[in-house]
């Protein structure tokens, strides 16, 4: 008889990993100079050392995952280049580039740019101020697409055109979650009801009611632990790499059946950036 259980209902050995493709970049040139978001504060010192170090568990822990990690080369002058996941959003082979809003970091754009060009992508540059799969989020066939703080809402119908998929603008009100994967972790690429956990108080009313009514059985995360930037996390469907100190986060990933792999960020976290955000998915 075929199963009954509701997705979130299903059990470890229920879920089913599937190795991703990724990109990262070493964060050899990470400090925090400037301010452009809550987290980043100047004046205190960073480790550069020490953010390398728990970088490398990342990238190792997705190697022992049987992940095929890519690395674009750091630039120098370029400490948030780290973040990865801003460099643009690839999907079907098509990489639609950044352009970022602050100019701090425009110049990254086209570093990734010429990565994926170089890596044998079709890339789009884009005409609208978006950062990346750090507001854009593939869940099922849909794309999740945040607004508020740094991609304009006029880049979610660029990435419609590109892409040909059906594009959901979530507008973000909370400026500590300045970007869609601090406040939304896709757990299960499936697309159904349990497929994501998010926080609700990121976003305006509008938004939290899209949410609800696309994924009724979501896992609803505490701002304890969305301000560690739990939900900044990476899954393959099974395993979800997700910052340590969110506890709460990984005690209801596993009543829901993934395992929960806890890395340390801290360092990275001063940046405003976590597992997610050193992460770019590349889908051929």
């Given at each position: 008889?075929?199963?009954?259980?509701?997705d979130s209902?299903?059990?470890?050995?229920?879920?089913?990993a599937?190795?991703?493709?990724?990109?990262?970049?070493?964060?050899?040139?990470?400090?925090v100079?400037?301010r452009?978001?809550?987290?980043?504060?100047?004046?205190l010192?960073?480790?550069?050392?020490l953010?390398?170090?728990q970088w490398?568990?990342?990238h190792?822990?997705?190697?022992?995952l049987?992940?095929?990690?890519?690395l674009i080369?750091?630039?120098?002058?370029?400490?948030?280049?780290?973040y990865?996941?801003?460099g643009?959003?690839?999907?079907?082979?098509?990489a639609?580039?950044a352009?970022f809003?602050?100019?701090?970091?425009?110049?990254?754009?086209?570093?990734?740019?010429?990565?994926?060009?170089?890596n044998?992508?079709?890339?789009?540059?884009?005409r609208?101020?978006?950062?990346?799969?750090g507001d854009?989020?593939?869940v099922?066939?849909v794309?999740?697409a945040g607004?508020?703080f740094?991609?304009?809402?006029?880049?979610?119908a660029?990435?419609?055109?590109?892409?040909?998929r059906?594009?959901?603008?979530?507008?973000?009100?909370d400026?500590r979650?300045?970007?869609?994967?601090?406040a939304?972790?896709?757990?299960?690429?499936d697309?159904?009801p349990?497929?994501?956990?998010?926080?609700?108080?990121?976003?305006?009313?509008?938004?939290?009611?899209?949410?609800?009514?696309?994924?009724p059985?979501?896992?609803?995360?505490?701002?304890?632990?969305?301000?560690?930037l739990?939900?900044?996390s990476?899954s393959?469907g099974?395993?979800?790499v997700i910052?340590s100190?969110?506890?709460?986060?990984?005690?209801?990933?596993?009543?829901?059946?993934y395992?929960?792999?806890g890395?340390?960020?801290?360092?990275?976290?001063?940046g405003?950036?976590?597992?997610?955000?050193?992460?770019?998915?590349?889908?051929r």
């Amino acid at each position: 008889m075929p199963s009954t259980l509701l997705d979130s209902e299903r059990t470890t050995e229920e879920r089913v990993a599937t190795p991703r493709t990724v990109l990262m970049c070493r964060p050899e040139h990470f400090t925090v100079s400037y301010r452009i978001n809550p987290w980043m504060q100047p004046q205190l010192p960073t480790d550069t050392a020490l953010a390398v170090r728990q970088w490398q568990t990342l990238h190792d822990t997705y190697v022992g995952l049987g992940f095929d990690v890519h690395l674009i080369d750091p630039v120098d002058g370029l400490p948030d280049m780290v973040y990865a996941a801003n460099g643009g959003f690839v999907l079907d082979n098509v990489a639609y580039g950044a352009r970022f809003w602050h100019p701090e970091r425009q110049p990254e754009g086209p570093a990734y740019m010429d990565w994926f060009r170089a890596n044998g992508f079709d890339v789009r540059e884009p005409r609208e101020v978006n950062e990346g799969e750090g507001d854009f989020l593939l869940v099922g066939d849909v794309i999740l697409a945040g607004t508020g703080f740094r991609s304009a809402s006029d880049s979610h119908a660029e990435a419609g055109e590109v892409f040909g998929r059906e594009v959901v603008t979530l507008r973000l009100v909370d400026p500590r979650f300045y970007h869609l994967d601090t406040a939304v972790a896709v757990l299960d690429s499936d697309g159904g009801p349990a497929s994501v956990a998010y926080l609700p108080a990121a976003f305006d009313e509008a938004s939290r009611r899209i949410l609800e009514t696309r994924f009724p059985d979501a896992v609803l995360v505490s701002d304890t632990d969305a301000t560690v930037l739990g939900l900044n996390s990476f899954s393959d469907g099974r395993n979800v790499v997700i910052a340590s100190r969110a506890t709460g986060f990984e005690k209801s990933l596993r009543e829901r059946g993934y395992t929960p792999i806890g890395v340390d960020l801290s360092e990275l976290l001063l940046g405003g950036g976590g597992v997610k955000c050193c992460t770019l998915e590349l889908r051929r």
